[in-house]
């Protein structure tokens, strides 16, 4: 037997490996492709020719396939015995694929908990590494081993697996709003002239204005009260005009610029002027309101 099974041995999975060798876990590994995981092989980890070979030959087994229906495929094939294994699936999904595998990991005799990976793989293993959980209080402890391994923040966010997914979707779209961002800044400074080096010196004056943003407005959205005295809507509306229109200049197509000005228009035309950005999301919570009434 060994302490830990990876499946899958992608990015994410290869690190999971590294990190678990490294802490002196003994590893078995199953990958479709055979050549990625031979990278791995050593002292501590084995390779296993099939997935239930991976899968049987230790108590806890980590999940790190693309997505979903592919974790569905491979466990098919494999029909290996669960029975009394902790199965951990980190795949990305929406928590309406958590349910489905859970029941069918159950049903073969296994517990189940989800984690979603917050991090790029190279901080795997690093204080930086940031992975949240959902499943039974005991079967995260039962996965001590792993999450030291893996280090930095490991955090159990509930009994619910599915919740776990839901942070995920939460923190991707934060996420993918600042790579937007990027995307977009990066071609208006191109568009002006402006070299990204010299852009780039500016983005750490912008982390704390983040976690401000998020700290203020997170209070704001919660009491519904938008008073704010630093920066209001009318002074947004004036930066995102001019932006705006250097977006459509830089050729961007759909910019989000464009997107939060028409709202902020939106905002105004509804008597909002001196308010924090946050009021904005009112108007998704009108639009929600409508959708489920329909
Ligand atoms: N990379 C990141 O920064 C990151 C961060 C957080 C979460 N994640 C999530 O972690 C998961 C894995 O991502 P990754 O970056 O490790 O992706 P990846 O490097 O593309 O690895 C994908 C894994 O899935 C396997 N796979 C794909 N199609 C398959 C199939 N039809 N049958 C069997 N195995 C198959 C691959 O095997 P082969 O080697 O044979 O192709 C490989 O082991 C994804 O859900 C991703 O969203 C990724």
């Known amino acids: 037997m060994t302490d830990v099974t990876v499946i899958g041995t992608g990015l994410i999975g ?3 490996v590294r990190a678990c060798a490294d802490s002196g876990l003994e590893v078995s590994v199953w990958n479709r492709t055979p050549e990625r995981p031979a990278r791995l092989a050593g002292r501590d980890v084995h390779l296993r020719a099939t997935a239930a070979e991976a899968i049987e030959a230790s108590p806890i087994v980590l999940l790190c396939l693309l997505d979903y229906e592919i974790t569905h495929a491979v466990l098919d094939e494999a ?4 029975s009394g294994r902790l199965v951990v699936q980190s795949a990305s999904g929406v928590p309406d694929d958590v349910d489905p595998l859970r029941k069918r990991v159950e049903a073969a005799g296994g517990r189940y908990l989800e984690a979603a990976i917050l991090n790029y793989p190279d ?8 992975t949240v959980y959902g499943g039974a209080a005991e079967d995260f402890k039962e996965l001590a081993g792993v ?12 009994p619910d697996p599915a919740y776990a997914k839901a942070y995920h979707v939460v923190s991707s779209a934060f996420y993918y709003a600042f790579v937007n961002g990027f995307l977009e800044c990066s071609a208006i400074a191109e568009s002006m002239g402006v070299p990204l080096n010299d852009f780039a010196e500016s983005v750490p004056l912008y982390d704390p204005g983040f976690q401000n943003t998020i700290g203020v407005g997170l209070g704001l959205i919660a009491r519904r009260d938008y008073t704010f005295e630093q920066a209001p809507l009318t002074s947004h509306l004036n930066v995102l005009n001019n932006l705006a229109v250097i977006a459509e200049r830089a050729g961007i197509d759909h910019s989000y610029l464009g997107v939060m000005r028409e709202r902020v228009l939106r905002a105004m035309d509804q008597g909002y002027r001196r308010e924090h950005v946050a009021v904005l999301t009112e108007q998704f919570r009108s639009r929600r309101a409508v959708l489920h009434n329909r």
């Open 14 to 16: 290869s690190a999971i």
């Open 79 to 82: 029909a290996a015995d669960l």
């Open 123 to 130: 901080a795997i293993g690093t204080e930086d590494c940031f």
């Open 147 to 158: 999450t030291e391994a893996l280090s930095g923040k490991q955090v159990r966010l509930g």
